[in-house]
């Protein structure tokens, strides 16, 4: 009996190390007008910032501070669903040392290797070609004068959170956390 138990332990062990092993998990966050609206950069999108974790802290870009390491995303939104992929290795400090610092991208430029907007440092940190932008959603329109709206690189390669959160989902192998949580929680 003694050996059954040992060896029913040292399976749950193993198992629980499998369901917590390194990976990489991708925030995309929801954010809020506060009347309560939701924030679309392109007509029918869901999410407006998107973050990486590194080591238990998220990095992204702000237009205030540009790439940065930051402890929490929650002044962002608190609607936040995090994307994982346990076939990645987790990302290290060296791993986006080239990126920290750079400015913000305020042009949506996906070319220009001095600086960053937030779906383009994660695409670009995981090796994600860019689309043709739209710039389609309420918030150009209420953000941007109409000589800034025609400035911006409509149809030209760069990609948004929504573009980014769907090419995760449907061709990297990433997941909801949510749904990673409930199987590791029913087999244990």
Known sequence: MHFVFRILLSLAILFAGLCTQAEVRVAFIDIRLQNGELVELEAGSRF???AIEIQNRWLHVSEMHGVELIDSLTRFGNEIEILKNPDLPSLTLQDIQPYLGKPYDFRFVWDDPTSSYCSKLIANILNIQP???EFTGSFWRLTRTPRQLANLPHGLPGISPFKLYQYLI???SFQSE???LNQCQGVL
């Open 131 to 133: 689309v043709p932008m």
């Open 48 to 50: 407006a910032h998107v």
């Open 170 to 172: 449907g061709r990297r």
């Open 178 to 180: 949510q749904s990673k």
